[in-house]
């Protein structure tokens, strides 16, 4: 019988071409912060045993999001990731639950403002409604460009905001049945130019 995994707890997800994907949990920082006391899965990451205590994430996920990390021990490798996400290709799909009924299908096309540049930048979403859950609607998402809070962003401006989320929450308060008091969103699949992929369930 096979166990259940603790979605509390980092977890390797498997191991490819010099890369380690790593599931982190909502709660739980990529990297450590003055700004945030929360864990962080660089710390846990050294405190494993094997190849995972070299290595270091090549990207970041929202505090609040869960899902894949990769990481690697390699610097140049953890580089060419860096450059690799920013020049969109690796693809990522996300799960996501929000509020509201979604069409079939759609191509969210909306600049957002980044605070850092000073001006809004380009940003495209694209989502397929994987299921129709009442007042809820369960989506599967593909950024194409790599805003901050990109899909938070982008569901808010189209009225479906992500259910368990305070910061781009929708204009009335909805209750929803079994609340985990969490956001629901989810980095489930990452795939790498090579065809290389990693599923996180």
Known sequence: MMSTPNLSVPRLIGAKEGIL??????GMLA?????????????????????????????????ETSGIVLCAQDPDARAALGRAFEDGLIQKTYLAVVIGQAHDKGVIRRPLQDARRGHALDAVTRYRLVEALGGFSLLSLQPETGRKHQ?????????????????????????????PHRLWLHAQLVELPSGARFECA
């Open 21 to 26: 994907a790593v599931y982190k949990p909502a």
């Open 31 to 63: 990297h450590p912060s003055a700004e945030a006391q929360a864990p962080d899965l660089i710390s846990w990451l050294r405190s494993q045993g094997g190849a995972l205590r070299k290595a270091l994430p090549a990207h970041r996920l929202d505090l």
């Open 151 to 179: 899909i938070r962003r982008h569901l808010q401006g189209i009225g479906l905001p992500v259910v368990g989320d305070t910061r781009y929450a929708g204009p009335r308060k909805v209750k929803v049945p079994g609340f």
